[in-house]
């Protein structure tokens, strides 16, 4: 097989094993694809190490131990150890198992085969007929090469805009997509989905772009350009139900959570020390508020966040503007539990 | 081998007849009478060991012998006399050539030495010990590929050696004929040796891994890892049945 076919199906390989668009990291692999083939001086790999070349070749045919589980076994094992010591290694390390075991693998289909099982001297091969098998520098080869350029650029593709699994989500819109990033993303990036639904109230067509503030069930609480909050999901209580639902991943974001308890003080002034610039809070929890006059009605096509029974208020994920404007008069007993998104920042 | 037989058996080209020939001469040069035969009629090889074993093969009369008169005579000589029969290619013999070594065999005496490819699990082979010979190693075969260099005067360097040596599988003749070709300068890439291993069956199995994805995709209500997982599996099914109806590659040259 071509050298550049081995570096081809290694890099492919370490971008769709590792789920990395990162180009040193790709480029170890690919450059690792080469390597089995040090047992030929005929090689790059060959011409690069000439002493351990001529201990091959004067030992054994072309495609002995150097293309087998055995010698992958032993890269792994030393480039592992190394990465114990030095962290920033492990991926490399990875990389070039990957491109290794890639590197030799490739020549199983073509007319020679390659000895995958040493110390058996068995020559493994796919398929079993030799006339489909590839011939090293036919023009099936050169087909074969076009099609692995495509399958390369394709998952470089994918892996640079936030991998396979996030590609496949944003394909099929389906709410465990979204969980799925934004579980993974959500703790350092503002996570943004693209909603398209209608409205539970009304039925109006809906086709927009929300930040998530939290999810809630197998829904999210989302919040839009305007700072409306609404719930997006397939649940009875959404505001908006959804038909399809993406995820992107946003601007650099860091999301704390902090408590606060009240004991019958004044609820604006207790609150007022988390308005920060350039985040955004929202307040959940239960208060207790005496001589609690009828706030005014909830917007019906929003998502309830303030909800009053008597002399209790119950906020689910309530702006802290909207429970400032509110409530921020009032006198207050309970806990709260605040959540700040802040922009800009990176953990 | 002493009062006793064996058969020898490997793939073509191993090295088989290259060995009995070795054999018979070492015995010779020891002064035992030894016979070797190839396979041909009954009659002709029947004819073929009584001369080597200095028995007349014809009767008063200057007439041959009929093909049983020569199966005794020959049987018989082997009971009285401590000979050696080899038998190369046995496994092409006639049926009733392998039957009558099978109950010279029975009778006594017979020192038989049987060499052959891929024997058939019936008469002679049945009865008698096995040895498989087994593809030569790899610096023995280097040292085969050396000297047939040195006698047609080519130097081939390491890089040369190593790169025929793939192609011969263990077996001293394709080891040759990989220099012949390469002598002639006839460019190959696969080999006629019996070592390759068709890891296609390997390679589907990996398949089940989208299967087994796609059941923790549904058990943890992933339905991206469901549904890719549910795509790779039927990929690779698809696969496994193209692959399957696919040409079976011939037993002759093509």
Known sequence: ?347 | MAQGALCLWGEEGCGKSVLAQALVKNLQTEGYLVAIAEPATPKQMLTSISEQFALNPYNLEGKALALDALKLLVSDFLVKTPAVLVIDDAQMCKPDFRHWLKKAKKRGGCNLLLLATNPPLTDIFLSVPRIELKPMSEKAIREIMVNAAVSRGIQLNNADLSRLQSRTGGNPTLAIRSFEEEYLGIDQEAADHKRYFDITPLILIAGTVFVVIRFIGLGTSDKSMYILGGIGGAVFLGLSRLIYSLPKEGRRVN
């Open chain 1, 1 to 347: 097989m071509l050298g550049i076919s081995h570096v081809l199906i290694s890099g492919t390989a370490t971008a769709l094993f590792l789920g990395t668009a990162e180009p040193s990291v790709l480029l170890t692999g690919a450059i690792a694809g080469l390597l089995p083939d040090i047992d030929t001086s005929l090689s790059p790999a060959g011409r690069m190490f000439p002493w351990i070349t001529a201990l091959f070749e004067s030992r054994q045919g072309h495609r002995g131990v150097s293309h087998s589980l055995f010698a992958s076994s032993l890269v792994a094992v030393v480039v592992y150890t190394i990465s114990f010591f030095l962290y920033w290694f492990f991926p490399y390390a990875s990389a070039l198992v990957i491109g290794y075991s890639f590197g030799w693998f490739a020549d199983v289909f073509t007319q020679g085969g390659c000895e995958m099982f040493w110390p058996s001297r068995l020559l493994c091969v796919c398929p079993g007929n030799r006339n489909l098998r590839l011939r090293t520098g036919s023009n099936n080869e050169y087909i074969v090469l076009a099609c692995l350029i495509a399958i390369a650029i394709a998952i470089f593709s994918i892996n640079s805009r936030g991998g396979l699994f996030t590609q496949f989500n944003r394909l099929i819109a389906s709410p465990s997509g979204v969980i799925h990033l934004y579980n993974e993303e959500g703790s350092h990036h503002k996570i943004f989905v693209n909603v398209d639904g209608v409205r539970s109230s009304d039925r109006a067509k809906v086709d927009s772009r929300f930040l998530i503030v939290q999810q809630s069930g197998s829904g999210f609480i989302v919040q839009d350009k305007s700072n409306k909050i609404y719930k997006v999901g397939a649940e009875p209580d959404s505001q908006i139900l959804t038909e399809r639902i993406t995820a992107d991943v946003g601007e650099s974001a860091v999301t704390n959570l902090e408590s606060l308890t009240l004991d019958d003080e004044p609820i604006g002034e207790s609150l007022a020390k988390f308005i920060r610039s350039g985040s955004s809070s929202y307040v959940t929890g239960q208060l207790t508020i005496e001589d609690l006059q009828s706030l005014p009605p909830p917007d019906p096509y929003q998502f309830h966040s303030i909800k009053q029974s008597t002399t209790t208020v119950t906020l689910e994920a309530a702006p802290l503007q909207n429970v400032l404007s509110l409530l921020g008069d009032e006198f207050g007993k309970g806990t709260l539990s605040i959540k700040t998104i802040t922009s800009g920042v990176s953990s």
